[in-house]
């Protein structure tokens, strides 16, 4: 007589051999890992119609003579490198039998594949690459109030914070391992909350609503101990996620179901905070170098002031309305840049010595009435 322990097995076994995705994988090995391709067709056909339509883009500019940065285009492609193997590849084999193979997966696609994604910049080589309708669609799109919710760095944060609590904290993830289209469901959002994470923070493409460096540190350096308190939980937890699923696959080789838990876990927490140091870094080089560009745009601004300066000393005082409207147009575009409090300051102590170089060129007798608007003063007054 057959026991009800061994009818659940059997039945558990009929659901796992029925979504396709309860056969158990052979022992894993280092080759397997590495050179394993699953026939899936699906996710091969996505990341091959991302890399052709961001190289098409790539040659449009080449074509009419612009250029395009080549890291760019290599971080991107190294992106779908990354999401590929995550989805096909050797790792792909394991993760419905393995949950540390799940948890590499998990990492490689909501952590690692989205920055080389974001610093791929292909939002920015659309604009550029686009015609002119399409262009202004799609900047339509980016100003919208849902691309500025979504784009919004604390969102990407909640609902990246919120993903990694509530997946294995509930019965979502044993679901979806039952469900195949759950499962594929999973995948997309890991990736797609990775890069609503990452491309506020490290992205070079324009995004409204940017925090400003020191903020997307802050933001960072705050998601190191939330994200370390998570791996810890899983990892201390005598609690097997979806201990039905894995017990019905029957699997003999590799440690114990808890064991392997508690590797992807560790493995979870070692990656993550790796990375997360790494984007650190990252976010400092960008800092100092936005800082840089910044400087250089003031001291062309500051050696036009002082060129236009030289001109007029030269040339001798201009008109006075040709002086306000030059006055307007350089006041104007540098409301446009926005300098920061020192620029500004500076900017307006060179001008201020300009000015005290004019009058002393005209030998002004006074600085606060040039020569003009005073022998005009003086001819009113014979006048009279």
């Known amino acids: 007589m057959t026991s009800p322990g061994a009818l659940a097995a059997q039945s558990a076994g009929s659901v796992l051999a029925s979504s396709g995705q309860g056969q158990l994988p052979p022992p894993p090995t280092v080759g397997r890992m590495l050179l394993h391709v699953s026939p899936e067709p699906g996710p091969l056909l996505l990341v091959a119609l991302m890399a052709g339509l961001y190289l098409f883009g790539v040659s449009r500019l080449t074509d009419r003579g612009d250029a395009w940065n080549r ?6 492609l190294a992106g779908l490198l990354v999401v590929a193997y995550a989805l096909v590849g050797g790792i792909a084999a394991y993760d419905t039998a393995l949950f540390s193979a799940h948890a590499v997966q998990h990492m490689l696609l909501g952590t690692v594949a989205p920055i080389p994604l974001a610093l791929g910049a292909p939002v920015t080589l659309a604009l550029r690459a686009l015609p002119l309708r399409s262009r202004r669609l799609l900047v339509k799109v980016l100003h919208s ?3 500025r919710v979504l784009t919004f760095p604390l969102v990407g944060f909640a609902v990246f914070i919120v993903s990694l609590y509530g997946l294995y904290f509930t019965g979502l993830y044993e679901a979806s391992m039952r469900h195949a289209a759950l499962h594929m469901f999973l995948h997309v959002h890991f990736l797609a909350v990775g890069c609503l994470f990452y491309w506020p923070i490290i992205g070079l493409d324009p995004v409204p609503g940017r925090l400003p460096y020191w903020g997307r540190l802050i933001l960072l350096f705050v ?8 791996a810890l939980a899983m990892f201390t937890t005598n609690k097997v996620f979806a201990a039905d699923w894995y017990s019905a696959l029957g699997r003999t080789w590799g440690s114990s179901l808890l064991g392997d838990q508690q590797t992807g876990a560790g493995l979870m927490w070692a990656a993550g905070e790796l990375v997360g140091a790494m984007v650190f870094v990252a976010l400092f080089v960008q800092w100092s ?3 840089g560009r910044e400087a250089a745009r003031e001291d062309r601004r500051l050696d036009r002031l002082l060129g236009s300066a030289t001109d007029q000393v030269r040339g001798g005082v201009p008109d006075a309305t040709g002086t306000k ?3 307007d147009r350089e006041t104007e575009q540098e409301r446009q840049r926005q300098p920061g409090p020192e620029a500004e ?3 307006r102590e060179a001008a201020y010595n ?3 170089a004019r009058l002393a060129a005209n030998d002004a007798p006074s600085p606060q009435q040039p020569a003009t608007v005073r022998n005009r003063a003086r001819g009113a007054g014979q006048d009279r």
Do not use: I, N
């Not at 890291?71 to 991107?76: D, F």
């Not at 998601?223 to 998570?230: E, I, K, Y």
């Open 145 to 147: 109030r849902v691309a």
């Open 325 to 327: 409207q030059e006055a």
């Open 71 to 76: 890291w760019r285009t290599a971080s991107w």
């Open 345 to 347: 300051l500076v900017a």
């Open 223 to 230: 998601t190191f101990p939330l994200h370390a308190l998570w």
């Open 354 to 356: 300009a000015w005290l």
């Open 289 to 291: 170098r936005a800082d």
